[in-house]
Nanobody
Framework: QVQLVESGGGLVQAGGSLRLSCAAS????????MAWYRQAPGKERELVAG???????SYADSVKGRFTISRDNAKNTLYLQMDSLKPEDTAMYYC????????????WGQGTQVTVSS
């Protein structure tokens, strides 16, 4: 089992920055990839950014050039640096992990709210 706890959300003005953190515990050795998802009210959950065990990253087009995903393996912590925030970035942000031998993200945190005011 892997447990994920997000932190770092809050209220920020448009153009501002936030850094989200996700602390992983439990069987962290079983994690193959991690990602950040978000879900805005009335919308489906969407993949924001992902990072594989080898360090390769991917981003949604809507956040490319503004968000940076990173991972500190020594601290078992995932980060999402969010710069140049826009009101449309307002959502609940979730940390997710995919363990080896699975094809989808199977571990989820409870989420942290990000609100960007105009």
């Amino acid at each position: 089992q892997v447990q994920l706890v997000e932190s770092g959300g809050g209220l920020v003005q448009a153009g501002g920055s936030l850094r989200l953190s996700c602390a992983a515990s439990g069987k962290t050795f079983s994690i193959n990839a991690m990602a950040w998802y978000r879900q805005a009210p009335g919308k489906e959950r969407e993949l924001v950014a992902g990072i594989r065990s080898g360090g390769s990253t991917s981003y949604a087009d809507s956040v490319k050039g503004r968000f940076t995903i990173s991972r500190d393996n020594a601290k078992n912590t995932l980060y999402l640096q969010m710069d140049s925030l826009k009101p449309e970035d307002t959502a609940m942000y979730y940390c997710a992990a995919r363990t080896y031998l699975t094809t989808s993200y199977n571990c989820w945190g409870q989420g942290t709210q990000v609100t960007v005011s105009s």
